[in-house]
């Protein structure tokens, strides 16, 4: 099974901007399905953005216009840029993925494979 590693999170000012890596041990090109989710304290895990491998993106209304998911296949990594980050932002982001010939699921139960988690901390 693919393993998934993220990286980049860290605490950043309100209106500030991080990018979160996903360092996968497989080829990105062969995951149907890659995907963000986030999970802030006491919260559910929650859909963030999702690629599938044709490149096609999906965001949740929440982040829309602020954060942009990407892949870069050469390195087998997966990108979320977040911009005009926000106090609500503050999560626990991870990455995963799914092996799927339909369209890309935004539910968490649907994804076998995730990374650890990296934390974000947005500070108001």
């Known amino acids: 099974q693919v393993q998934l590693a993220e990286s980049g999170g860290g605490s950043v000012q309100a209106g500030g901007s991080l990018t979160l890596s996903c360092l996968a041990s497989e080829y990105t090109y062969r995951i149907n399905c890659m995907g963000w989710f986030r999970q802030a304290a006491g919260k559910q895990r929650e859909w963030v953005s999702g690629?599938?491998?044709?490149?096609?993106?999906a965001y949740a209304d929440s982040v829309k216009g602020r954060f942009t998911i990407s892949r870069d296949n050469s390195k087998n990594t997966l990108y979320l840029q977040m911009n005009s980050l926000k106090p609500e932002d503050t999560a626990i982001y991870y990455c995963?993925?799914?092996?799927?010939?339909?369209?890309?699921?935004?539910?968490?139960?649907?994804?076998?494979?995730w990374g650890q988690g990296t934390q974000v901390t947005v500070s108001s």
């Open positions: 690629i599938s491998s044709g490149g096609n993106t």
């Open positions: 995963s993925a799914q092996y799927r010939w339909s369209s890309c699921s935004i539910t968490a139960t649907s994804y076998p494979y």
